[in-house]
């Protein structure tokens, strides 16, 4: 072997290395967002629906690990949150219901620390024979969700009472997302899917699409390669469209898009008059078949930290402490127009630290969060005399 071959040989090796020696020393001490790290912090809670963007994965426990908490959920056999229930409503027993997305689910607290669960404590404590069921992500993540979860499966539990969790960012801007593939005749959604999200075979709820970081079969693993574009991407993105031609659909981008300050801004509401429209005829809908079903519905309002913490709430560009609670009177004004009842949690939240009631970096409530809704909804149910009458059949 020429001198010319060994040293190129050497060369080569001595690259290769370099990258092993980078890529073992940024693993150990400063590790990337890599592929596996991403589908790792994606619990395996999921399963696919024929009806819904997804459902729980039942009889499964399953782990949500992210900087600021870490904790188990127990899934039960029948697609629930927390401990095991009988199809069959027990007799002389108040049956709840709540819906709603990851804040109704409970993200970033454990099973006994959700809303539901605490709710369930407050008012057994009192002395009430009542049961609740966590339907949080069994019942998806968006209104239009909600509505054909309770039609087609939430109210064979025959349930005393739905509550219904809305939060006023993503609950909006979510039916943006979805699109209903098949409706009945009045135009309500009969099967719901995602344009952005689908659930893999291991139960994590992922992108249609990997992130462009990830389109890179040999490199969505490495380290130092992540580390390169976190100061790189747009070189990379070029680069990744240049040989994918359908590269710019980026589901990770387009999401992202979708939630931003407009939801709150007066002024910038006609851009969500789609989701608007849904959030009307669904909600609409929903309080129709509760009421014909016999079935009370409370809309429970759960604000953002932003809205809540005066010193956050102008952090977005453009928006002022004013005009962050425009998206709770409109929908306020819908509720009361159809005689449903709700709670808006803002001005409770307001008197507390939110530091105390949200994570710093994660959107969601600590415990202290579920543990003060939980006594705001106690407290409505037992002034309010059309919810005060239903613990009656508890207590004859």
């Given at each position: 072997?020429?001198?010319?071959?060994?040293?190129?040989?050497?060369?080569i090796?001595?690259?290769?290395?370099a990258?092993?020696?980078?890529?073992?020393?940024?693993?150990?001490?400063?590790?990337?967002?890599?592929?596996?790290?991403?589908?790792?912090?994606?619990?395996a809670?999921?399963?696919?629906?024929?009806?819904?963007p997804?459902?729980?994965?039942?009889?499964t426990?399953c782990?949500?690990?992210?900087e600021?908490f870490?904790?188990?959920?127990?899934?039960?056999?029948?697609?629930?949150?927390g401990?095991?229930?009988?199809?069959?409503?027990?007799?002389?027993?108040?049956?709840?219901?709540?819906?709603?997305?990851?804040?109704?689910?409970?993200h970033?607290?454990?099973?006994e620390?959700?809303?539901?669960?605490?709710?369930?404590n407050?008012?057994?404590?009192?002395?009430?024979?009542?049961?609740?069921?966590?339907?949080g992500?069994?019942?998806?993540?968006?209104?239009?969700?909600?509505?054909?979860?309770?039609?087609?499966?939430?109210?064979?539990?025959?349930?005393d009472?739905?509550?219904?969790?809305?939060?006023?960012?993503?609950?909006?801007?979510?039916?943006?997302?979805?699109?209903?593939?098949?409706?009945?005749?009045g135009?309500?959604?009969?099967?719901?899917?995602?344009?952005?999200?689908?659930?893999?075979?291991?139960?994590?709820?992922?992108?249609?699409?990997?992130?462009?970081?990830?389109q890179?079969?040999?490199?969505r693993?490495?380290?130092?390669?992540?580390?390169?574009?976190?100061?790189?991407?747009?070189?990379?993105?070029?680069?990744?469209?240049?040989?994918?031609?359908?590269?710019?659909?980026?589901?990770?981008?387009?999401?992202?898009?979708?939630?931003?300050?407009?939801?709150?801004i007066?002024?910038?509401?006609?851009?969500?008059?789609?989701?608007?429209?849904?959030?009307?005829?669904?909600?609409?809908?929903?309080?129709?078949?509760?009421?014909?079903?016999?079935?009370?519905f409370?809309?429970l309002?759960?604000?953002?930290?932003?809205?809540?913490?005066?010193?956050?709430?102008?952090?977005?560009?453009?928006?002022?402490?004013?005009?962050?609670t425009?998206?709770?009177?409109?929908?306020?004004?819908?509720?009361?127009s159809?005689?449903?009842?709700?709670?808006?949690?803002?001005?409770?939240?307001?008197?507390?630290?939110?530091?105390k009631?949200?994570?710093?970096?994660?959107?969601?409530?600590?415990?202290?969060?579920h543990?003060?809704?939980?006594?705001?909804?106690?407290?409505?149910?037992?002034?309010?005399?059309?919810?005060?009458?239903?613990?009656?059949?508890?207590n004859?």
């Amino acid at each position: 072997m020429s001198w010319q071959w060994r040293f190129l040989l050497i060369s080569i090796l001595s690259i290769m290395a370099a990258i092993a020696t980078g890529e073992m020393v940024l693993a150990k001490f400063h590790p990337q967002e890599t592929l596996n790290f991403d589908i790792g912090q994606s619990p395996a809670c999921f399963a696919k629906s024929d009806l819904l963007p997804f459902e729980l994965k039942k009889d499964t426990t399953c782990y949500f690990r992210q900087e600021e908490f870490s904790h188990s959920v127990r899934i039960n056999s029948q697609g629930f949150r927390g401990k095991e229930l009988e199809k069959e409503k027990p007799a002389e027993t108040l049956r709840i219901l709540t819906v709603g997305d990851s804040f109704t689910f409970g993200h970033g607290v454990s099973d006994e620390q959700t809303y539901s669960a605490v709710l369930e404590n407050i008012l057994r404590d009192q002395g009430e024979n009542v049961e609740i069921i966590n339907g949080g992500y069994a019942s998806g993540f968006s209104p239009d969700s909600y509505y054909l979860f309770l039609k087609e499966k939430g109210l064979a539990l025959k349930p005393d009472l739905v509550v219904m969790g809305f939060f006023v960012w993503n609950d909006i801007s979510d039916l943006a997302e979805t699109q209903w593939v098949d409706v009945d005749t009045g135009g309500l959604p009969k099967r719901i899917e995602s344009r952005l999200r689908t659930v893999d075979n291991f139960g994590h709820l992922q992108f249609v699409k990997p992130r462009k970081r990830f389109q890179i079969p040999i490199l969505r693993n490495s380290h130092l390669f992540q580390l390169i574009y976190s100061y790189k991407s747009s070189f990379f993105d070029r680069l990744i469209t240049g040989f994918d031609k359908n590269s710019n659909f980026d589901p990770e981008k387009e999401a992202t898009s979708i939630y931003d300050e407009c939801i709150f801004i007066e002024s910038c509401f006609p851009k969500y008059e789609n989701e608007w429209q849904k959030v009307r005829k669904v909600i609409g809908a929903t309080g129709d078949l509760l009421n014909k079903n016999g079935t009370k519905f409370l809309v429970l309002i759960i604000p953002t930290k932003e809205q809540a913490a005066e010193s956050l709430c102008c952090g977005w560009e453009k928006l002022t402490e004013g005009e962050t609670t425009g998206v709770n009177k409109k929908l306020e004004e819908f509720l009361t127009s159809k005689n449903i009842a709700f709670i808006d949690l803002l001005d409770k939240f307001k008197d507390v630290d939110s530091s105390k009631l949200y994570f710093d970096y994660d959107a969601h409530w600590k415990t202290a969060g579920h543990d003060l809704a939980a006594h705001i909804i106690a407290d409505f149910l037992k002034e309010k005399p059309d919810y005060r009458n239903l613990f009656s059949k508890t207590n004859p």
